[in-house]
């Protein structure tokens, strides 16, 4: 199985300033269509995880454009430009290379 | 706008199956992916298997044997069960819609629910 791994564990921010999360694949992501095969998922507090990014960088339907993703081969990061309070929850990255698909362990986000 | 709903038992007895159905609404089951996934408290998500609108099925080998996912278009349900189950297995549940395309990324999800195995 893919091993997937965030940093960091727990990620106090300030509203209105930039954060960023690391994940990090045991092997490249990269598909034979070009594309990576990664997914950043956000779970609010007491909800189920909603979709915030595909392909590594393409964001969801209603997803804010303060969120944006980057990365290639086993390196990928989720950026908040300006943080809100709404985006408080446990950050996770997935890869969808192959099955079984397998989740980071989660990046904390919180108000400071 | 597609909803998804998981019912089913929230105790389960040790070696025991559980057993969940997940109802969906405002959206037909062909064409899409559905997946099972579950969170024990406090901890991350565990992507369990899916099953195609044809009925082909995938399963996370974790779980070995232990797994079945299964489809009534009829009622545009899926369902899961997990048989002989341990403590190990208490998780909150969730049954998920694959968007089309790209990653087949986790487009739509339940609210999930809580399943304690205990005796």
């Known amino acids: 199985d893919i091993v997937m791994t965030q940093s960091p564990l727990s990620l106090p921010v300030t509203p209105g300033e930039p954060a960023s999360i690391s994940c990090r694949s045991s092997?490249?992501?990269?598909?034979?269509?070009?594309?990576?095969?990664l997914d950043w998922y956000l779970q609010r507090p007491g909800q189920s995880p909603q979709l915030l990014i595909y392909l590594a960088s393409n964001r969801a339907a209603g997803v804010p454009d303060r969120f944006s993703g980057s990365g290639s081969g086993t390196d990928f990061t989720l950026k908040i430009s300006r943080v809100e309070a709404e985006d408080v929850g446990i950050y996770y990255c997935?890869?969808?290379?192959?099955?079984?698909?397998?989740f980071g362990g989660g990046t904390k986000v919180e108000i400071k | 706008q597609v909803h998804l709903q998981e019912s089913g038992p929230g105790l389960v007895k040790p070696s025991e199956t559980l057993s969940l159905i997940c109802t969906v609404s405002?959206?037909?089951?062909?064409?899409?992916?559905w997946s099972w996934l579950r969170q024990p408290p406090g901890k991350g998500l565990e992507w369990l298997g899916h099953?195609?609108?044809?009925?082909?099925?995938t399963y996370n080998p974790s779980l070995k044997s232990r797994v079945t996912i299964s489809l009534d278009t009829s009622k545009n349900q899926f369902s899961l069960k997990l048989s002989s189950v341990t403590a190990a297995d208490t998780a909150v549940y969730y049954c998920?819609?694959?968007?089309?395309?790209?990653?087949?990324?986790?487009?739509?999800w339940g609210q999930g629910t809580l399943v304690t195995v205990s005796s």
């Open positions: 099953i195609y609108y044809t009925g082909t099925t």
């Open positions: 998920a819609r694959h968007n089309n395309g790209g990653t087949y990324p986790l487009g739509n």
């Open positions: 997935m890869h969808a290379l192959q099955d079984p698909r397998t």
């Open positions: 405002g959206g037909p089951i062909s064409s899409y992916f």
């Open positions: 092997q490249s992501l990269l598909h034979s269509s070009g594309y990576h095969h």
